[in-house]
């Protein structure tokens, strides 16, 4: 099942796994017009690759240690950490040891929700 649009109450087990390649795979655990809230799981060696969108979006390290790449600037960051990407600026993550990352964006990103 994929969470519908302001559910109040989530349960993690009732999200179905997206399941994206590369060792990389992903819930999204809640969402209304303004902001959205994703799991994402890395397997070590797993690259969320370099891009762009227009969402303002911050990353919570849950597990784990990740090169993160935001702009010309990079960074390796472990678990407990945060970091922010401004809209548009390119950015991607290099999973150093398997890790979660809970990714916030604002507004929802529409190309993460199910095609009805």
Request: hydrophobic share 40%; glycine share 12%; net charge negative.
């Amino acid at each position: 099942m994929f969470v519908k649009k302001e559910q109040l109450f989530v349960e993690f087990d009732s999200i179905a796994w997206e399941d994206k390649g590369g060792g990389i795979r992903r819930k999204v655990m809640s969402y209304g017009d303004q902001i959205m809230g994703v799991y994402v799981e890395f397997l070590r060696g797993s690259v969320g690759t370099l891009h762009s969108h227009p969402h303002v979006q911050f990353t919570y390290i849950r597990q784990g240690a990740f090169r993160v790449t935001i702009g010309e600037k990079q960074q390796v960051l472990k678990a407990g950490d945060f970091y922010y990407i401004p809209s548009g600026v390119i950015h991607g993550a290099e999973a150093l040891e398997d890790g979660v990352l809970l990714d916030v964006f604002s507004p929802a990103r529409e190309d993460f929700l199910p095609k009805i």
